[in-house]
């Protein structure tokens, strides 16, 4: 069996490719899903099998999340894809955004375009709505973000099941602590630049691109927004803006290592009108003190990562492995997947010239 997986999601498929834990080479299959867009997966360590999930949406058969339990050789969904709105919403799925294991062996959450949280309780098979946000008052007056209307960040409490943090564009940060009974907006400090002065703090409708916590210390959250990057240390009841050192604080992923707390990660990109990075120069920024101070990973001293790059890097396309020196890996626009294993200080291609990269898992397994 590999001791690493990454999964990497197009616009035109999945490619999965497996390595030992030095994570010297790797090899890889597909496109599974061949000429389906793949926004979401997941590696789903819990079990004694890993087990990969995808959402995928085709042309022909709609939306599906499809499950493999041997490392993409076969694939299967669930019924009528896993995911459908019931028929009183009057809606209809589009894609699926975001795939998240629960509190819970078999617990699998899903965030989908329409606006809207879905959890499994069969490990991804089968798949019912959370009414409790469904039905919040403040739904109708969600905008959609340039990509769409999605829910592309949820995290699930690590000890607590009834509590459970999401985000949406644009709509903003919300949370239940009920089970989702009900849930509220947690935007206090997040501004909304596109909005008028005066009006750029709103209790929701903010423009959030990705939200990251760690699971040893819940209360303390990362969020890349339109503009902007912010901490919360209560769990998302205030932010305070961090981007202070960065180049921009425009960009979409944010990533938080997953043995060091205090350790995130960014990818700025030069502004909305400019969505490549800052001077056209890879970078990926890491702050070890919180967001207090900032360093690039990456540069022109034979590092690896290439000063001319004028394709940005999406929300969901920035990860860590969980290995005991976790290798961090990102995929850009140009189709091409970069890794580094030494905690940022060299960097390879391990492919290229793949589709349209949309999102990035990798596990030890």
């Known amino acids: 069996m590999a001791d690493t997986v990454v999964m ?3 616009r035109k498929g999945l490619w999965v490719g497996r390595s030992d834990e030095s994570r010297s080479s790797f090899e890889w299959t597909g496109p599974h899903f061949n000429m389906e867009e793949v926004y979401s ?6 079990r004694g099998t890993p087990r990969l999930l995808a959402g995928a949406s085709s042309s022909w058969v709609g939306p599906q999340v499809g499950r493999s339990d041997d490392f993409g050789a076969t694939w299967e969904s669930g019924p ?29 959450w899903a965030g989908t375009e329409p606006g809207a949280v879905f959890r499994s309780e069969d490990g991804g098979v089968t798949f019912d709505l959370e009414r409790g946000l469904w039905d919040n008052p403040q739904r109708p007056e969600w905008g959609a973000g340039y990509g769409g209307q999605a829910f592309h960040t949820l995290l699930p409490h690590p000890t607590d099941p009834a509590s459970v943090t999401v985000a949406i564009s644009t709509g903003g940060v919300y949370q239940t602590t009920d089970g989702g009974k009900s849930w509220g907006p947690r935007n206090e400090g997040i501004r909304a630049e596109f909005l008028p002065e005066g009006q750029q703090y709103p209790e929701f409708g903010q423009c959030v691109h990705k939200v990251a916590r760690h699971p040893s210390r819940p209360e303390r959250m990362f969020l890349q927004n339109h503009g902007g990057v912010y901490r919360s240390d209560d769990e998302g009841g205030s932010w305070t803006y961090i981007a202070d050192g960065l180049p921009s604080d425009f ?7 997953p043995h060091e707390p205090d350790t995130v990660h960014v990818f700025p990109l030069a502004g909305a009108g400019g969505r490549f990075p800052p001077e056209g120069e890879a970078r990926v920024w890491r702050s070890r003190d919180a967001g207090e101070t900032w360093e690039a990973l990456g540069g022109d001293d034979g590092t690896g990562l290439p000063d001319a790059f004028y394709v940005g890097v999406m929300r969901d396309a920035m990860t860590m492995d969980d290995h005991e020196s976790p290798g961090i890996y990102f995929g850009a626009r140009n189709g091409s997947v970069w890794g580094s294993f030494d905690n940022g200080t060299t960097w390879s291609e391990l492919v290229r010239n793949l589709p349209d990269v949309m999102v990035v898992r990798a596990a030890k397994v």
């Open 251 to 257: 960009g979409f992923p944010v990533v938080v290592h």
């Open 8 to 10: 990497v999601g197009t």
């Open 41 to 46: 997966c997941m590696i789903d360590t819990r």
């Open 80 to 108: 009528e894809g896993a995911i459908r709105f019931p028929e009183d919403t009057g809606t209809s799925l589009e894609r699926v955004w975001q795939l998240q294991p629960g509190l819970g062996d078999d617990v699998v």
